[in-house]
Every structure is written in C-alpha cells, then in structure tokens.
C-alpha cells in the first residue's frame, strides 16, 4: 500500500515519475486565466485566517459543505471564521473521491508546511498553525505568487474597468511577476439579463462613444480594446451558454439592440441572432489584434432562484448545461474562417460529453503557420478532477496535437490554488508514463515525451499567447 500522497503521488510507472521529477516539477506557472484580484495583488493583501483564504468565495468548497447539509451560515453566512473552517474540515474527512480533498491536502504543504492530515480531530490544531503562518510577511499576496513560481497571471477584466491596479502593479518594480488584463466583454453580450441597458449606458460614458445602435456598440468596443491592448491584454474570455450560430442581417440586428435599450422584451432567438452577431465582430477585432480567444460555454447558470436571489451569482448553484447541437460550433468557426478573421482560439465545454465533438470540430480549422492554432481548453470546472483531466487529455492526444496543448490554468480566484497545476502535471506524466509502461510509446523516447511535459506544463502557453517571457 502506498503511503498517502508521498512524493509519487498518482505517478504509477517509473516512466511517470521520470516524466515529473526530471521535467515538470520544477517548471515555473503561467496562469492565463483565474479570477484573481488585481486590486489584492497591487495592496500585497495579507490575510487574517485559513478561512478567508480558503472559504472566501470558493463556491467549490461551499458546495461540497451543502452536500453534507450544514447549515448555510457555515459557507456565506455569519458563523465565525474558526466555526466555518471546523466544518468545512469535517466534511472533508469524509470528502473521498472529491479532488478538494487532494487540492486542500497539497495547499497545506506547500504554504502552511503541515503534512499532517486535516479532519474533525485535527482541524483546531491545523487552524491555529496556519494561522500563525499567515502572519509571516511572507504570506501576503505577492509572496504567495513567488512562492509558486508563477511568472505571469492574466486576469479577468470589464471593458468599463479603468484597470488601474494593473497600472499600479506595473509600476512597482519590486514585483517581477507579469499581471495582464484580460479581456471579458459578457455583459455587452447579455442581452437577456435586465441590467443590459444600464451597462450599455455606462459604456457609452466610459468608451466617449454615444451608443445608441448596434454599429455604435461595436465604436465604443474598439476604443476599449484598443485602451485594453495599451496595457498588454492579448487574451479574451466569453461565458456563453452554447456556441450558436444564427446569422442574421444588419437590420434585424439592429431591431434587437434597439428593442433591448427600450426596455422591450426580446426573445431567446432574438438574443441567438443579437449573440451570433456579437462573437463575429468579437472574432474579427481578436484576429486585427493577433489575440487569444477563449470560449466558455456548457454552463447552466444562477440554478436555485431562491439562493440565487439571496447570494447572487458565482455562489456554487450552476450546472452542466443540457446537450445543445454542436454542429452550431463548427458553422460559428467557418463564418469566421470564411471571412479570414478566425483568431487563435481555445474551446472549453463544461460538458464532458462534448470531448470528442470538440476535437474533432477543431481540427477543421487548423492550419500554419500557429501549431495547435485551435485546441481544447483544459478541463474545466466540474471536469477539474483526475478523471476530468484523464478524459481531456486522451481526447485531446487521441484526436490531433497533445504535444501543442498550452496546458493548465487555475480559473480560481483562491491564491493558494496554484498547487492545481502541480496535481495536472502528475496525472499528465502518469498518463504519458502509462502509454511507455504499456508498450504504447518506445521507452527509449522518453526524452521526446520530457520535451511535450516541459511544453504542456509552462513552453506552449508562452509561445501560443505571445507572452513576453523566455520558455525554460
């Protein structure tokens, strides 16, 4: 039996532990996408407690609590900071399968130095040690970051954001980590949600740009992009439910946006219609600017009404979306294609089901000179699991180019979490480690497969985003 989580931990084949030790387990972090705050990193925030690193708007966290049927006051009521992480610990002692269980075990060793077991007997003691830890002036922020060899950190920004933090960041040479924005249009999107005329409005009074069509949206969406470039931003993101496509001509389009900025009720095929015509444009402009476009979609949000209304979004009630048809997918990509304005773009499904279609879909449109100009994101969300990630990567190798994959990301807003680059890396090696243990792979090219571990861990994501970072 092996011990729990010793310095093999999911590494089962000499080959696997080759590939960690002598490759990935020293690579340096790009993190190119995460929720993280700007703000926190310009102030070198110092927390007071485990719980506010851990508990502070981790909806993984509290879902897993809901599911052991504690009391609400534990996750995001006014139960002390001490009560809310008791709890979570005994539910965690019983957490088995659930990789929060692994992730909470690697984040205590890696920045609280505690390789101790944490459970309902254990929990007061592990709460006072990391505690007096996190008093150290080398737990704030920053030091967190370094501490995690993290070299650059995208993170996610409204097109109304002065992104002044960043300027501050930037400005203060004492901190070497690179903090970029990224760009995250979804409320000019949105054209459902009933806050969607007052946010076009403020973007009107940001941008300088009277808005007052759909040709006027776009005006004052190039004056940000621009002001977003100004400031390194290379990579977008988009939440949608599904990729649709349902063109539509100039004048309907017009019709919508108008009928939205009335107040008038538009229906959900006009929102297709209105978010069809949004994507191409954003598609064109990333492709002017030679950026990233990533695309979020499988989500079934803001579930549970009632909590939703009392807690708001980002709470830990979404869902896998229900199977739309992914044909709309490819037709989205060849009208970009066909107009030669397909950016490099990165496809992440909330749904598992959707690992093949994706893979598929997306080696139509690849092409030189960028390798792997279309790939699949890694697995996202409720797919951030070893079996998420195993499914991922053997979709990914089995259908085109695992070896241009620009691999992990932490799409946390937690900063302890980077320890979740750490668990991918060893089920990658495990996974290439298995293919050699089973004859799938010569092991006398086991220095190849280092060269794709060194690339997915850290090398692809600088060459495929065009980071200003030397690969290692």
């Known amino acids: 039996m092996k011990k729990f989580m010793d310095r093999d931990f999911l590494l089962q084949t000499e080959a696997a532990k080759v590939l960690y030790h002598d490759y990935s387990e020293n690579m340096p972090i790009l993190d190119y996408h995460c929720h993280i705050s700007p703000k926190e990193i310009a102030e070198d925030r110092h927390f007071e407690t485990i719980t506010q690193v851990w508990l502070g708007g981790d909806h993984y966290k509290w879902r897993l609590m809901r599911a052991f049927g504690l009391d609400e006051k534990y996750m995001t009521g006014d139960a002390s900071d001490e009560e809310k992480f008791l709890m979570f610990a005994k539910c965690l002692e019983k957490a088995v399968g659930n990789p929060i269980y692994h992730w909470a075990h690697l984040e205590l060793r890696k920045y609280f130095g505690y390789d101790g077991i944490l459970n309902s007997r254990t929990a007061k003691e592990v709460y006072d040690h990391c505690n007096k830890v996190l008093q150290s002036p080398d737990m704030s922020v920053r030091k967190l970051i370094k501490m995690s060899n993290v070299t650059l950190i995208c993170t996610t920004d409204d097109p109304i954001d002065t992104l002044e933090w960043h300027d501050k960041i930037k400005a203060d040479t ?8 990224a760009w995250r249009p979804d409320k000019a999107k949105n054209i ?5 005329a007052s946010y076009i409005k403020t973007l009107s009074e940001v941008s300088g740009v009277k808005i007052d069509s759909f040709a006027s ?4 969406l190039r004056v940000r992009l621009d002001y977003f470039a100004e400031k390194g931003c290379n990579v977008t993101d988009h939440a949608l439910e599904y990729v649709m496509y349902r063109p539509a001509t100039d004048d309907e389009i017009e019709a919508i946006f108008k009928k939205a900025m009335n107040g008038e009720a538009v229906s959900y095929e006009e929102s297709l219609k209105y978010e069809t015509a949004f994507m191409l444009f954003e598609g064109e402009e990333i492709t002017k600017r030679d950026w990233v476009m990533q695309l979020h979609f499988g989500c079934k949000r803001d579930n549970n009404t009632p909590m939703y209304e009392k807690l708001g979004p980002d709470t830990g009630f979404d869902t896998i979306g229900a199977y ?4 709309e997918l490819a037709d ?18 909330l749904n598992p089901s959707d690992n093949k279609i994706i893979n598929t879909t997306l080696n139509a449109f690849n092409e030189a000179p960028t390798v792997a100009k279309i790939q699949q994101g890694s697995a996202w969300w409720f797919n951030d699991t070893k079996l998420g990630m195993e499914q991922q990567l053997e979709s990914v190798a089995e259908s085109g180019n695992l070896s241009g994959f620009v691999g992990m990301l ?6 302890t979490s980077y320890t979740r680059h750490d668990y991918f890396r060893r089920i990658l ?5 298995g ?3 089973n004859g799938e792979f010569p092991e006398e090219e086991l220095p190849v497969l280092g060269e794709i571990v060194k690339d997915i861990s850290y090398n692809n994501a600088v060459r495929y985003f065009k980071f200003p970072l030397e690969t290692r």
């Open 217 to 220: 949206l776009k005006d004052a």
């Open 192 to 196: 459902l949600k009933p806050e969607f």
């Open 429 to 433: 090696c495990n996974y290439l480690g």
């Open 324 to 327: 739309y048809p992914m044909g």
């Open 435 to 437: 293919l050699v243990d």
């Open 174 to 181: 004492s901190f070497d980590v690179k903090v970029l924005p």
């Open 410 to 415: 932490t799409d946390s807003r937690s900063f």
């Open 332 to 349: 989205f990509l060849d009208a970009l294609h066909k107009k030669g304005t397909l950016p490099k773009t990165i496809l992440y499904s």
